[in-house]
């Protein structure tokens, strides 16, 4: 059984749907990353996994009880299975950074020296052991993010929900945040699902994708898949074009869709985590009599896997059985034009 089942989603406020029948399951241990464009229902959807929006139909079971169906009182419980992580960290000032992770504990009526120990786990796994006496105005961003995440797993909850987590933190601050829920994910087995607007921070960390899109759920798979089912979607390719390798604007003015005598055909090849191994260019070259030249991309780390994704110049048209050879080892391929080979 999953430990999250969402059916039949919907959300509604008067005339807005801010949500549309959206369903999809998530395992005990998956990071998911959740994505789609301003408006999409990003913060809707995690309000509702958190309970605390009640959506207008569907079910979500967290562990196999149905959160749309629980009195007020069970609800109370239920949300303590679920930790939040905020992008701007909503920690309080008037309490040391110990007294902030403690706070949720305390709500849960646990005795004092448990807390006490509690805390200090807590602090040690988020990397900050000489820092529970200070106040968080003295933290930077990402120290105050590990406080936030260490309050949003100090009740062993089931699922861990992480709100743009990074979005108000700097390219290096967020790769070690990043880091640190990985390392969660993998030491304690905590699910973890990310909402964000960032295709970049869920390329790198998420092991399935959820792309979000006016209220409807357009597609759930894992990156490379995402990548596969971008082709002529331009929702899709507009949400990932930032993490892409793309065409220099130099080459892109002289595409042409047809064909150009003597030119170079330009295609994007993805290669999924086997054939990413394996040295792809050099079996293209011995096996067709071609001249292959890489114009962008490379190897990239998505959710623990690894991708090739990269634009290759063909010095020939691509013949049937170089294309058949293609489809076979690569996980997308897609002719993007023809350019001269002067170019
Ligand atoms: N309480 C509300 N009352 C009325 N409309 C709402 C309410 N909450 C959300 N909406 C509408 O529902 C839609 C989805 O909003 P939501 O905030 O979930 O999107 P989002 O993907 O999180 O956007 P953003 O990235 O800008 O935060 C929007 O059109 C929004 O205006």
New binding site residues.
Partial sequence: MSLLDVSGLSCR??S?T?LSDISFQVDKGEIIGVI??????????LRCLCALERPTEGHILLDGADLTQLSERDLVAARRKVGLVFQHFNLLNSRSVAANIALPLEIAGWPKPRIAERVEELLALVGLENHGHKRPSQLSGGQKQRVGIARAIANSPSLLLCDEATSALDPHTTASILELLADINRTLGLTIILIT?EMEVVRRFAHRVLV?DH?ALIENGSMATLMRDSRGDPRLERLLADTRPGLPETIKRQLSADPVPGGLTLMRIVLGPEAAKTPFLSLLTTRFDQQITLVQGGTLSCGGDLLTDMILAFSAPVTEPLAAFLEQQAHVTEVLGHVPSDR
């Fill in positions: 406020f008067g807005q801010a789609g464009s301003s408006g999409a229902g990003k913060s809707t959807l607007h979000l209220g």
